[in-house]
């Protein structure tokens, strides 16, 4: 059964930076390109951005480009993302989730970040 | 502001069926393919249609999918208390979301 776990989240005011992590089990995870997608409180969902299986590809949402980098280490099954310069906006749950068949077909419970 | 367009709600008796559009263009959803997410308040959200109308293993086939040109419609028949919820489109192009739509069974 796949099984993807956030963790990370926190309280931090603007600027401030943040890292979240995501641990992978149940498929192979070397095999898939990654994303995540957060949601702001009340808002609905916005893809943030994606890894490609061996981590030599990553594209990203316009409005964190030059503050966020999601990174992953195949060896530990885990996917990261760290979010530098963090604004108001920033605010929500951040999920991460496998990308299959043109979706995104596995999502894990989300972890909150609030900026304030 | 999404470029896919959903209505904010659409509510209809239990057995009875829904439609939720997602309305976007020829470069959005004309060219690539769409998938439907079902979210509970307070959960993450969970794949019901990908390929534009194919299902998952495990979702019922009273949950439907079609797309048009510009266009992309999510069906649910014999609708049940258990199907409320907020659902959202999306295209792979750019890997955006639609605005979500939420059911509400009478």
């Known amino acids: 059964e796949v099984q993807l776990v956030e963790s990370g989240g926190d309280l931090v005011q603007p600027g401030g930076s943040l890292r979240l992590s995501c641990a992978a089990s149940?498929?192979?995870?070397?095999?898939?390109?990654m994303s995540w997608v957060r949601q702001a409180p009340g808002k609905g969902l916005e893809w943030v951005a994606n890894?490609?299986?061996?981590?030599?590809?990553?594209d990203y949402v316009d409005s964190v480009k030059g503050r966020f980098t999601i990174s992953r280490d195949n060896a530990k099954n885990s996917l990261y993302l760290q979010m530098s310069s963090l604004r108001d906006e920033d605010t929500g749950v951040y999920y991460c989730?496998?990308?299959?068949?043109?979706?995104?077909?596995?999502w894990g419970q989300g972890t909150l970040v609030t900026v304030s | 502001q999404s470029v896919l367009t959903q209505p904010p709600s659409v509510s209809a008796a239990p057995g009875q069926k829904v439609t939720i559009s997602c309305s976007g263009s020829?470069?959005?959803?004309?060219?690539?393919?769409v998938s439907w997410y079902q979210q509970f308040p307070g959960t993450a959200p969970k794949l019901l249609i990908y390929?534009?109308?194919k299902r998952p293993s495990g979702i019922p086939d009273r949950f439907s999918g079609s797309k048009s040109d510009t266009s992309a419609t999510l069906g649910i028949t014999g609708l049940q208390t258990g199907d409320e919820a907020d659902y959202y489109c999306?295209?792979?192009?750019?890997?955006?979301f639609g605005s979500g739509t939420k059911v509400t069974v009478l």
């Open positions: 149940g498929f192979i995870f070397s095999h898939y390109w």
């Open positions: 390929e534009n109308n």
């Open positions: 999306a295209t792979w192009e750019r890997k955006v």
């Open positions: 020829s470069s959005s959803i004309g060219n690539n393919y």
């Open positions: 890894v490609k299986p061996d981590g030599s590809d990553k």
């Open positions: 989730a496998t990308e299959r068949v043109w979706s995104f077909d596995s």
